[in-house]
């Protein structure tokens, strides 16, 4: 019988066991990050929304230098915006948006919680750029209160193990109900760095001896399909590259003018990437407040806001 059999039928499945088997494996295998070692809320916090686009691995020098220059939710507070884009863009941590609310939910921690992040999810998601994920990783990871963390690798070994599953809210109760009660922290590390390191695309069942093949209804049928993504959409020369691209050279100077942004962009690029994009695009940045379009001796510049 396959774990998914027994979840049709929840008197079969032995969940103490499956979680046993999760987390001893966990605690033999894991690979040691130093935001693992730590229930500090911000510098989880931190690592969170770094790692979103990052590989764990990469992410380590970045973290204990941004730790370094802003050590806590006051002085992030504090920060000036453009050294915090500069500090995202010069190490490649993704979507600068991401940056900005950093700050953002930052300023309102320390202005509407007195410097203490919220314990609960439903208060974690009410700070800028906060969504379920984020929310539950914090609340696990700092003070144990979480629910499940359903990101993409997690969502994998689930497909795998206990699915197919027809809809993601299906997905999103089978991994409430395995889940251990009062024990987010352990089991939602676990999970994802069983997605991380065992059940990759390419799965390592045997290799790397996952906890769970003796049920698993991937392993029993040999079909390691995974779930359709929604984040397939190529990176390079988005629209998301160009962006960061623009914050990144606005990081090296004061201001630019509109010209001097246009042929840094797109003098080495193919054509269909040309001056037409630059408009819509500064316009987006302004809008989520990324950038400062102004005027010089009546020449538009453009810059990082202050
Ligand atoms: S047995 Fe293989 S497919 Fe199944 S959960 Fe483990 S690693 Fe993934």
């Known amino acids: 019988m396959t774990i ?10 032995n969940l103490a066991r499956l979680q046993d088997d999760l987390t001893e494996w966990y605690r033999i295998n894991h690979r040691h990050f130093p935001w693992r070692e730590t229930k500090d809320a911000y510098s989880i916090f931190i690592s969170e929304v770094m790692s979103q686009q990052t590989q764990l691995s990469r992410i380590t020098a970045a973290w204990d230098e941004f730790l370094s220059i802003w050590p806590s939710v006051e002085s992030l507070a504090n920060s000036n915006l453009s050294d915090v884009l500069t500090f995202w863009t010069s190490h490649r941590l993704g979507y600068n948006r991401r940056a900005r609310f950093l700050r ?8 509407q919680f007195d410097g203490e992040f919220p314990r609960s999810v439903d208060l974690l ?10 929310a539950n990783a914090i609340a696990s990871f700092a003070f144990n209160t979480g629910g499940p963390t359903l990101d993409t690798n997690v969502k994998r070994v689930l497909h795998r193990a206990f699915g197919p599953f027809d809809n993601a809210s299906d997905m999103e109760q089978l991994a409430n109900h395995i ?3 009062n024990n987010s922290r352990i089991w939602n590390n676990s999970l994802m760095e069983l997605g991380a390191i065992t059940c990759k695309t390419i799965p390592l069942c045997d290799l790397n001896s996952c906890p769970w093949k003796g049920n698993c209804n991937a392993y029993s049928s040999q079909n390691f399909s995974i779930p359709v993504s929604s984040n ?12 960061g691209e623009i914050i990144n050279i606005l990081s090296k100077r004061d201001f630019m003018t509109l010209s001097e ?11 269909q990437y040309n001056s037409n994009l630059l408009p819509p695009l500064l316009s987006s940045l302004e809008s989520d407040g990324l950038i400062q379009l102004d005027m ?3 020449i538009s510049i453009v810059r990082l806001p202050r």
């Not at 998914?4 to 499945?13: C, E, F, M």
């Not at 998601?125 to 984020?134: C, D, K, M």
């Not at 397939?232 to 962006?243: H, P, V």
């Not at 942004?261 to 054509?271: E, G």
Request: aromatic share 6%.
């Open 232 to 243: 397939s959409s190529t990176f390079k020369g988005s629209d998301r590259q160009i962006r």
């Open 125 to 134: 998601q009410t700070l800028p750029g906060i969504g379920p994920y984020t």
């Open 104 to 111: 953002e939910a930052a300023i309102k921690i320390v202005q």
């Open 261 to 271: 942004i246009d042929s840094h962009l797109f003098s080495s690029m193919p054509p």
């Open 4 to 13: 998914g059999d027994s979840i049709q039928n929840p008197t079969n499945l």
């Open 179 to 181: 889940m251990p009660q």
């Open 296 to 298: 010089l001796d009546q």
